[in-house]
């Protein structure tokens, strides 16, 4: 058995020649260059990067909001980004956004029609109240009021759908109307274009229309509200066609063709009352 020489002990013959020969065979059988390790920090940020992408995709988020506003008595028109017009009824107030995959408006108040440019990937959607209208490229109108939503749809086709209630959904095809009445939708009808566009010539029309609706639009014309003091005058028909440019004479015409009397305010508000003796 061979032990390890100390510094004093002679070196044998073998260790001789290898300390002579040592550098010669470290050129002749060089170790390995060991390679470097590879950093796994790119591998890493890009598959953030990818699950971000995946992230932001699905969530679907904004990346620029516009708000729009039409004053008393305006009409205004916005030609969008994407191609798109919207057209704006007095009093109307709009706020558009633009997503990764949608392109989205919310009509806070008011009327607007609709003309959206068609795409395949990017579906055009408007949130009305409880109404949720979804298109890919049609021609529609959403009215909004105080309790209900009313979308008309002119050219092709528009899903509504309650925002309360997603299980509610229904298609409109041309020619069909229907409500969204407190988060219901309520029956398809045949929609009359000709009287859900009249705003567009200024003008109000009305057949046999409960007098609560019709209140409804007029008020898009008036800055100082309008009340219905006795609840059993919601449902009072009224009918013709009257000029949104002064509603000031259409509100002093229904004393004439209704059982009721105004009173104004010193702020403008309007009260409608049962007439005496009328109920």
């Known amino acids: 058995m061979n032990t390890p020489s100390s510094p004093d002990q002679p070196l044998s013959a073998e260790d001789e020649t290898l300390a002579r020969h040592r550098e010669e065979l470290r050129k002749r059988f060089p170790m390995p260059t060991p390679k470097p390790r590879k950093s796994r920090t790119p591998v890493i940020a890009g598959a953030l990067l990818v699950l971000v992408g995946v992230g932001l995709f699905w969530t679907d988020p904004s990346y620029r909001v516009e708000q729009y506003t039409s004053a008393i008595g305006e009409r205004r028109v916005l030609d ?10 007095s009093g109307t ?3 558009v956004s633009w997503h990764l995959r ?3 408006v919310e009509l806070n108040a008011g ?3 609709f003309d959206i440019s068609k795409t395949v990937f990017r ?6 109240g409880a109404a949720r209208v979804t298109v890919l490229g049609t021609l529609f109108n959403v009215a909004r009021e105080e309790k209900a939503v009313h979308v008309a749809l002119l050219r092709g ?3 509504v759908q309650s925002i309360t209630d997603p299980a509610q959904q229904r298609r409109l095809i041309p020619g069909q109307q229907l409500a969204v009445l407190n988060g219901q939708l309520q029956p398809t009808d045949n929609a009359d274009t000709s009287r859900v566009l009249a705003w567009q010539d200024r003008k109000l029309v009305f057949s046999r229309t409960p007098l609560s609706q019709a209140i409804a639009q007029i008020q898009r014309y008036r800055q100082a509200p309008i009340r219905l003091d006795d609840p059993g005058l919601a449902d009072l028909p009224i009918s013709g066609v009257f000029k949104t440019d002064n509603v000031e004479d259409l509100l002093d015409l229904l004393p004439h063709i209704l059982p009721l009397t105004l009173a104004r305010d010193a702020d403008g508000t309007l009260h409608l009352m049962h ?4 109920k």
């Open 102 to 104: 949608s392109r989205r």
């Open 275 to 278: 007439r005496a003796g009328k």
């Open 80 to 89: 969008l980004a994407d191609g798109s017009r919207v057209v704006l009824d």
């Open 111 to 113: 009327q607007a029609l």
């Open 157 to 159: 086709s528009v899903d």
């Open 123 to 128: 579906p055009f959607q408007v949130d009305a």
């Open 93 to 95: 107030q709009v706020e």
